[in-house]
């Protein structure tokens, strides 16, 4: 089953509101979660790394206003997109370090598909 | 900083027979080797990866990369292809000692029967 689950796995919303995508770690706690993005038809982009009980890391050119990051928990990253633009529709996934383990071994959420009217 | 370049965003192929998904990387520093996959309507999955050792990895489901430090590549081959094998395929590096990913723009497999 499903080791990373991200919610919604759809969205639809109006310019100039906000949106909240949250990516869960279903078997295990997880003090690093990391969040992408990836446009149609390009590679996944790192856009910042989720720190549980501390400030996100965030990727070079990645506007940390824009994009809220909420690592609550040792089970639950949020993702807020504020006042959305059409230029921030694309498609968010989430992926989870477990700890312990091997090199690259991380763990992926489905995705969730952003579109802003 | 790292990058990967997979030359082919599409490979469409028959069933049962061989298939090589190209990937090459730069790296000013020494990098960790990986390929992911993702299913239809699922996440990414680890297929299989190079950390050190030999040069040649394998998968459980059949599918292996050679690291080639030389010509900076990892090219994902196998010998016999099935419908199940329909997938997006993500050669991705990171650093050794770090865990960020660089990925590739990926590589889309169709089978056909």
């Known amino acids: 089953g499903a080791v990373v689950s991200q919610h919604p796995s759809w969205v639809i919303c109006k310019s100039g509101t906000s949106v909240k995508i949250e990516c869960r770690s279903l078997d295990f706690q997880a003090t690093t979660m990391f969040w992408y993005r990836q446009f149609p038809k390009q590679s996944l982009m790192l856009m910042a790394t989720s720190n549980e009980g501390s400030k996100a890391t965030y990727e070079q050119g990645v506007e940390k206003d824009k994009f809220l990051i909420n690592h609550a928990s040792l089970t639950l990253s949020t993702l807020t997109v504020t006042s959305a633009h059409p230029e921030d529709s694309s498609f968010y996934i989430c992926?989870?370090?477990?700890?312990?383990?091997?090199?690259?071994?991380?763990?992926f959420g489905e995705g969730s598909r952003l579109t802003v009217l | 900083a790292q990058s990967v370049t997979q030359l082919d965003s599409q490979v469409p192929v028959f069933e049962e027979a061989p298939v090589e998904l190209r990937c090459n990387y730069s790296?000013?520093?020494?990098?960790?080797l990986f390929w992911y996959v993702q299913y239809p309507n699922q996440g990414l999955q680890l297929l299989l990866k190079?950390?050190?050792?030999?040069?040649l990895v394998k998968s459980i489901n059949g599918f292996e990369a050679e690291f080639n430090k030389s010509q900076t590549s990892f090219h994902l081959r196998k010998p016999s292809v099935h419908i199940s094998d329909t997938a997006e395929y993500f050669c991705?590096?990171?650093?050794?000692?770090?865990?960020?990913?660089?990925f590739g723009q990926g590589t889309r497999l169709t089978i056909n029967p």
């Open positions: 790296s000013s520093v020494s990098v960790y």
């Open positions: 190079y950390l050190s050792g030999s040069t």
């Open positions: 991705a590096v990171a650093p050794q000692g770090a865990q960020k990913l660089v």
């Open positions: 992926s989870v370090l477990k700890p312990g383990s091997g090199a690259g071994e991380l763990f």
